[in-house]
């Protein structure tokens, strides 16, 4: 059974940064393509972001590219998620997961989820 736990959220003014970890046990990351996810007050979860195992190639919504950044370290069972320039649109609880991409190219969430982490965007 995997288990992910998410931190690093927090509250920062628009224009800030935020830099979310995510440690994964219970599995063999270094074989699984990992994504973030977030859920906003309302709203349905949406992904964000995913990358490969071996961190080749990463993956974006379009709200995201060119502000966001993700990467891991395979070495540490653990997948970042760099947050430049925020908006109070990114403001949510963000969550990573193993993923899976389906025929039409869109990335879901394979297995169980973390708890979040809070991410809120002052403007």
């Known amino acids: 059974q995997v288990q992910l736990v998410e931190s690093g959220g927090g509250l920062v003014q628009a224009g800030g940064s935020l830099r979310l970890s995510c440690g994964v046990s219970?599995?063999?990351?270094?074989?699984?393509?990992m994504g973030w996810f977030r859920q906003a007050p309302g709203k349905e979860r949406e992904f964000v972001a995913a990358i490969t195992w071996n961190g080749g190639s990463q993956y974006y919504t379009d709200s995201v590219k060119g502000r966001f950044t993700i990467s891991r370290d395979n070495a540490k069972n653990t997948v970042y998620l760099q947050m430049n320039s925020l908006k109070p649109d990114d403001t949510a609880v963000y969550y990573c997961?193993?993923?899976?991409?389906?025929?039409?190219?869109?990335?879901?969430?394979?297995?169980?989820w973390g708890q979040g982490t809070q991410v809120t965007v002052s403007s």
């Open positions: 997961a193993v993923v899976t991409r389906s025929y039409d190219g869109s990335w879901n969430a394979y297995g169980s």
């Open positions: 219970g599995g063999t990351f270094d074989s699984y393509a």
